[in-house]
């Protein structure tokens, strides 16, 4: 089994709706962290979280929130979901002190109509 | 200005080529230097990292960093159609939040 999954693996959405994307680690790191990739832009830091209780904003939150249900548990919501929110979101996951080795997910390609 | 700027390519070789690697940045207060590597479809995975400056060798693979330049470099020698993919830099620093910038990522093609 993958040590970092992500639900869904696709999915397609309307302008408005509210939509949670899920990420779920066996590995036991302690930070988690959520991704965008758009081509040519590369990979850009949403959210990421050191424990439970830290949670901090990356280069682009703005119309994102999250939830770290659990240690192994790291959420994505987008509210309102909009066009350009189109992308692949990547959920990685790493040990403190190690920053250098993340550990990414499969990805979810989200389409916004 | 990005603080890390990468070719997106595409980069086309003959397999058993040299290829060259390339990444600039702008945060001097970098000083951990990692490539990525991610295949069609899949999430990017760790293929090397070097802390400071100097060269790393793994197999077929040297990662070099010159930072008085802000510049690193990702060698791939005797190069396979296994090696096409995605590469990405990223960076960070020591202290602080540490979280990783990363390059766009240079799509390679290594042709058989």
């Known amino acids: 089994d993958a040590d970092v999954t992500q639900t869904p693996r696709n999915r397609i959405t309307k302008t408005g709706k509210r939509i949670m994307l899920e990420c779920s680690q066996t590995?036991?790191?302690?930070?988690m962290y959520w991704y965008r990739q758009d081509p040519g832009l590369g990979l850009r830091l949403i959210y990421y979280s050191f424990d439970v209780k830290d949670i901090n904003k990356g280069e682009i939150s703005d119309g994102y929130s999250v939830s770290r249900q659990a240690q192994a548990k790291f959420s994505l919501s987008l509210e309102s979901a909009i066009p350009n929110q189109t992308a692949l979101y990547f959920c990685a996951t790493s040990v403190s002190g190690h920053q250098e080795t993340q550990y990414f997910g499969p990805g979810t390609r989200l389409l916004v109509l | 200005q990005k603080e890390v700027e990468q070719d997106p390519g595409p980069l086309s070789v003959p397999e058993g080529a040299i290829v060259s690697l390339n990444c600039t940045y702008s945060?001097?207060?970098?000083?951990?230097f990692m490539w990525y590597r991610q295949y069609s479809r899949k999430g990017p995975e760790l293929l090397m990292y070097t802390y400071s400056s100097g060269n790393k060798e793994d197999g077929r693979f040297t990662a070099q960093v010159d930072k008085s330049s802000k510049y690193i470099s990702l060698f791939i020698r005797d190069s396979q159609p296994s090696d096409s993919a995605t590469y990405l830099c990223?960076?960070?620093?020591?202290?602080?939040?540490?979280?990783?910038?990363f390059g766009q990522g240079t799509r390679l093609t290594i042709n058989p």
């Open positions: 990223a960076m960070s620093l020591i202290q602080g939040a540490q979280k990783l910038v």
């Open positions: 590995k036991g790191h302690d930070r």
């Open positions: 945060n001097s207060a970098f000083q951990y």
